[in-house]
């Protein structure tokens, strides 16, 4: 039921995410009514393949909603917009006639276009497609993911350019159905969505035809390109029937939103499965020389957008998890901070989850895991504490490289994500980037801030300003490390992840 202080209308935000979809109910204050989430089944089918069922993912966020939605105790006509965030880069084909995907959707964390990226490397060049489309070309990007499809799903590529086959990423998936999928569902993605499949042209924000020819993409799958912040549709079935869709925005750059970063210079940092830190550069692009991505923050219908520079870390979390399921030495993420706190230190361990390869600052898809410093001395709670430190280090080197490309010094980073319960983990982080570590009231800030913009395009807030003064203050943690101890551990970080790089040789 809602709370007895809130009362209608609302916003309904859905974060379709990599390890679950949920929903969340918001009121005008920006304050969460009710939440309803449910996880879906990662599927590996070999080393380095991660897939997704799209119609369990489709099925999931009904559930969610409808579950969101009784447990607030609302109908349809207490909500004013629906709002969508989503994982990024997560690549699915389906057919539009059917509503079928021809294929499990493959997910960003996902290494097999690894040769397909380097060939097109050789061929059309690297610089080609940072500079036109803001990224380093990388296996975790759509474009190449789409092309792998339309290669290796026999018949494919006729049914696409015949125009019976629609690409999109979550968003676009997650909006088509709620339009009313094969009974005129739309065919959108929004720019910050867009901006994630190395095929969008970052300063014309327009799909960029010499790309597309160069990796062999017909035009006739890709969506609409829209802004993060308008009308798209009405949902046309279900619970929320006849509500607007009124927003998309990728997970990272709607924590981004939901945090109220809208002044240059500002930055947030979101713990989930990976960990993805935004800086707000303003109106014109930021280019990186020191391996960020160049990216788009969101754009407010037709505003200009807004650029941001981001660090991507492929894999924080998720070492949390595979320490729980694959390793079997927690019971529960939570469990990890009682065991790292049972020891003062990593005992000389370092923990470097390149199981992705190496994201920012590297792009180093030949790089995986190494654990480093082992000696008979080390427990399984120094290696505890060694998982909880890689996510710190990882942050510090991207901090690192904002301050370079940027110019702007990091005076406190705002956090959020399943990760920052982690009281160790947050006042570690603290201490490793020698700047306070701050979390809001809301820590669900990604359906947040696609709630946000989906209440700006119908006018349910009236601007930014009636944001920010939503965001309040829960958490601090201060730096309390000295700083000879901070460069001689960063100094052996650096040397562990010099010893993850070419393990994997090409013909691999
Ligand atoms: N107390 C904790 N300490 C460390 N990691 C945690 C803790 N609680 C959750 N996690 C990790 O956070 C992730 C879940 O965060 P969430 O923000 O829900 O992720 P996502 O949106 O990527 O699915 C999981 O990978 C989990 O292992
Ligand atoms: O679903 P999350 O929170 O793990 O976020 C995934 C990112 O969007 C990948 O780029």
């Known amino acids: 039921m809602t709370d007895a202080h809130t009362t209608g209308p609302f916003i309904a935000a859905i974060d379709q995410g990599t390890t679950s979809s949920r929903c969340i109910i918001f009121d005008k204050d920006g304050r969460i009514v009710s939440v309803d989430q449910k996880e879906h089944e990662q599927i590996f089918p070999k080393p380095g393949w991660v897939e997704h069922n799209a119609t369990e993912i489709w099925e999931n966020v009904q559930e969610v909603v409808a579950g969101s939605v009784v447990k607030a105790g609302i109908t349809a ?66 474009g190449p993911k789409v092309r792998w499809l339309l290669d290796n799903v026999e018949g494919l590529r006729e049914r696409a350019e015949r125009g019976d ?59 609409e390109i829209r802004s993060s912040a308008e009308v798209y549709g009405t949902a046309k079935d279900g619970v929320l029937a006849g509500v607007p869709v009124a927003s998309a925005l990728g997970d990272q ?57 981001e660090g991507s870390i492929a894999v924080t979390g998720s070492l949390v998890q595979w320490m729980r399921d694959q390793m079997g030495l927690i019971n529960s993420a939570a469990e990890i901070e009682t065991l790292a706190s049972s020891v003062e230190d990593n005992g000389g361990a370092y923990f470097v989850p390149a199981f992705s390869g190496l994201f920012a600052p590297y792009w180093r898809s030949d790089a995986r895991g190494v654990i480093a410093g082992l000696t008979r001395y080390v427990t399984k709670a120094h290696i505890a504490r060694a998982v909880l430190e890689a996510t710190a280090w990882q942050t510090r080197e991207i901090t690192d490289a904002m301050t370079k490309d940027s110019g702007v010094e990091l005076t406190a980073l705002k956090v959020d994500g399943g990760m920052t319960s982690n009281n160790l983990l947050m006042q570690t982080l603290a201490d490793f980037l020698d700047a306070p570590v701050v979390r809001p009231m809301v820590a669900e800030t990604t359906c947040l801030g696609a709630a946000y913009a989906a209440g700006l395009a119908v006018g349910f807030w009236p601007d930014t300003d009636a944001l920010r003064a939503n965001w309040r203050r829960a958490a601090e943690w201060t730096p309390r490390m000295d700083a000879d101890s901070r460069d001689r551990e960063y100094k052996s970080w650096l040397k562990a992840v010099e010893r993850t790089m070419g393990w994997i040789e090409d013909e691999e």
């Open 253 to 309: 750059q709607a924590a981004l939103f939901g945090q109220t970063c809208f002044s240059e210079g500002e930055a947030k940092s979101t713990y989930g499965t990976g960990t993805f830190m935004l800086m707000n550069t303003g109106e014109t692009p930021v280019n990186s020389y020191n391996g960020l991505l160049t990216t788009v923050g969101y754009r407010i219908g037709d505003q200009k957008p807004v650029y941001a520079l």
């Open 77 to 142: 006509a207490d909500v004013k917009a629906i709002g969508i965030t989503n994982q990024r880069e997560t690549t699915l084909l389906w057919d539009k006639n059917t509503g079928e995907p021809v294929h499990n959707a493959i997910v960003w964390q996902d290494t097999r276009t690894d040769a397909l990226c380097k060939e097109l490397g050789r061929n059309v060049g690297q610089d080609r497609f940072r500079r036109e489309t803001g990224l380093p070309l990388a296996s975790y990007f759509a």
């Open 165 to 223: 086959i629609l690409f999109g990423t979550m968003d676009s998936w997650v909006i088509w159905n709620l339009t009313g999928g094969t009974e005129g569902g739309v065919h959108v993605t929004d720019v910050t969505n867009a901006s994630r499949t190395l095929l969008m042209n970052l300063h014309t924000m327009a799909w960029d035809d010499k790309i597309l020819a160069s990796m062999d993409i017909p035009a006739a799958v890709l969506p």
